[in-house]
């Protein structure tokens, strides 16, 4: 079995009724996604905060003015800074991030998948991170930086 390998029986019989719309997100979803998802063992690309090969220990989290990095006390105590913003269109580093030696990457990350809504006309494959919350058993793929 390749790494692209899935067990598609829950999907079995919905292939057919998908738009062309649906079918690219999905299709494009499970290549980015390594074989085991389904059981918690696989791992997906996700992006994460880095500063030069070093990840930082950081998660993403919503605020009232967008997404940001939230950062653990360690981190807060050597950056000098709780939060960071994320960066311009998540690939260019924001002047907080630049100003710190920060930049974001893709990384390989564990992951499972699951059907979202199945049988409605939203249904969709979701990838949810597991693991580390703060990202400490990822994996840098830099060289996916232009996947998405």
């Given at each position: 079995?390749?790494?692209?390998?899935?067990?598609?029986?829950?999907?079995?019989?919905?292939?057919a009724?998908?738009?062309?719309?649906?079918?690219?997100?999905?299709?494009?979803?499970?290549?980015l996604?390594?074989?085991?998802?389904n059981?918690?063992?696989?791992?997906a690309?996700?992006?994460?905060l880095?500063q030069?090969?070093?990840?930082?220990?950081?998660?993403?989290?919503?605020?009232?003015?967008?997404?940001?990095?939230?950062?653990t006390?360690?981190?807060?105590?050597?950056?000098?800074?709780?939060?960071?913003?994320?960066?311009?269109l998540?690939?260019?580093?924001?002047?907080?991030?630049?100003?710190?030696?920060?930049?974001?990457?893709?990384?390989?990350?564990?992951?499972?998948?699951?059907?979202?809504?199945?049988g409605?006309?939203?249904?969709?494959?979701?990838?949810?991170?597991?693991?580390?919350?703060?990202?400490q058993?990822?994996?840098c793929?830099?060289?996916h930086?232009?996947?998405?």
């Amino acid at each position: 079995m390749s790494k692209f390998d899935f067990d598609l029986s829950p999907f079995e019989g919905r292939i057919a009724d998908l738009t062309d719309d649906q079918l690219k997100h999905m299709t494009r979803t499970l290549l980015l996604v390594h074989h085991g998802c389904n059981d918690g063992k696989g791992k997906a690309l996700f992006i994460g905060l880095y500063q030069g090969n070093r990840r930082v220990a950081a998660q993403l989290e919503e605020s009232r003015y967008g997404r940001r990095w939230r950062l653990t006390e360690g981190e807060a105590e050597s950056l000098g800074k709780t939060a960071i913003p994320l960066g311009v269109l998540h690939y260019r580093a924001s002047k907080v991030q630049k100003r710190l030696g920060l930049s974001e990457h893709r990384e390989w990350a564990p992951a499972w998948i699951r059907l979202e809504h199945p049988g409605l006309p939203e249904e969709s494959l979701v990838v949810y991170r597991a693991g580390d919350p703060w990202g400490q058993d990822a994996e840098c793929a830099a060289d996916h930086d232009d996947d998405f």
